[in-house]
């Protein structure tokens, strides 16, 4: 989920904790990329009993804390041996799987006027309705919701409906303890209805007006 950081499990022949991944686009081609989304450097390594074919076999697993990703997608995971030096793109050039990140593309952009409504198209990946706490406007998404929202106060979302057609939501509200000016749109997710539990991440920005 964006936002959170999560571990990664690699199951294979000739593994080490000194390995590197790199995150890259899930258009892009492993061993191609110089300009990846992430880096991975290190991890820490474990033993444990892997089907391989016909028969069960120790294998290593390499776990790798992955730091919190900032935009929900579709990523590709390229992996890359220290016995390569692992200092250009080319030598991540083992395509290890895809990584699917909930959470906004953050591109969302909308222009409100005070005290009346709004709509906010959010467009991203495993977005459902959930409860409009989990969206709010905000000078920036820095911090854990319910911290200091700054200055500028902050404006949760009155309705969250799913987009039609699917592939985001709509975010609904009358912005009335915002000040004049562009806000960060910040999004958490919520479990149980309660308040969100993590960090925001920006799905975008609204000028309020």
């Avoid at 220290?82 to 030598?91: E, H, I, M, N, V």
């Avoid at 985001?168 to 562009?182: P, Q």
């Amino acid at each position: 989920t964006a936002g959170a950081p999560f571990e990664l499990r690699i199951a294979g022949e000739g593994l080490s904790d000194k390995d590197s991944l790199q995150i890259v686009n899930s258009i892009e081609v492993c061993g191609r990329v110089e300009d990846a989304v992430s880096y991975i450097h290190g991890g820490f390594t474990a033993l444990g009993s892997v089907y391989n074919d016909t028969a069960w076999k120790e294998l290593p697993r390499v776990f790798w804390p992955i730091p919190a990703t900032s935009t929900g997608g579709i990523y590709r995971i390229c992996w890359c041996s220290f016995l390569a030096g692992c200092s250009s793109g080319a030598d991540f050039a083992v395509d290890v799987g895809l990584l699917r990140v909930v959470g906004p593309t953050g591109n969302a952009s909308a222009t409100c006027a005070r005290d009346t409504p709004c709509t906010l198209e959010v467009r991203g990946v495993g977005l459902r309705p959930q409860h409009p706490t989990s969206l709010v406007l905000r000078s920036s998404c820095g911090g854990v919701p319910g911290g200091d929202p700054g200055p500028d106060g902050e404006s949760a979302a009155d309705v969250m409906e799913a987009m039609p057609g699917g592939g985001g939501l709509l975010a609904k509200w009358h912005v009335t303890t915002v000040a004049s000016g562009v806000h960060q749109a910040c999004w958490a997710p919520t479990s149980d209805g309660s308040r969100p539990f993590q960090e925001y991440v920006s799905a975008g920005t609204v000028r309020v007006i």
